[in-house]
């Protein structure tokens, strides 16, 4: 194990996005929201790694959410998993279990 950290908020998200601005290979989100913000869109927007988001989906509002996201991250891909909760940021070097919404 090379080494685990506790972050604060603060020091949460600048990780995230310092992680997914220096990966080259993929982004990998999991999450039952998709609540990312101005910054971190414009990080996924311009990444040229493979970005897939699982998420959960159940009711007609979240889906036309990710619709909506879609038109604008369209290097995006979205799979849906039922009664899913888990909260990660993963890429080729990192992991990033939280309970960050």
Sequence with gaps: MESIELLN?????????NMFKKEKRFILILSPYLDINDKIQTILSMSSS?????????KESKKKKI?????????????????????????????IITSLN
Excluded: D
């Excluded at 908020?9 to 996005?17: A, H």
């Excluded at 493979?50 to 159940?58: A, K, L, M, S, V």
């Design 9 to 17: 908020t603060t020091e949460l998200n600048l990780e995230i996005e």
């Design 67 to 95: 619709e909506e996201f879609v038109e604008i991250m369209p290097n995006v891909e979205f799979y849906c998993v039922k009664h899913f909760h888990a909260k990660a940021y993963i890429t080729s070097g990192t992991l």
């Design 50 to 58: 493979r970005i897939i988001i699982y998420r959960e989906i159940e």
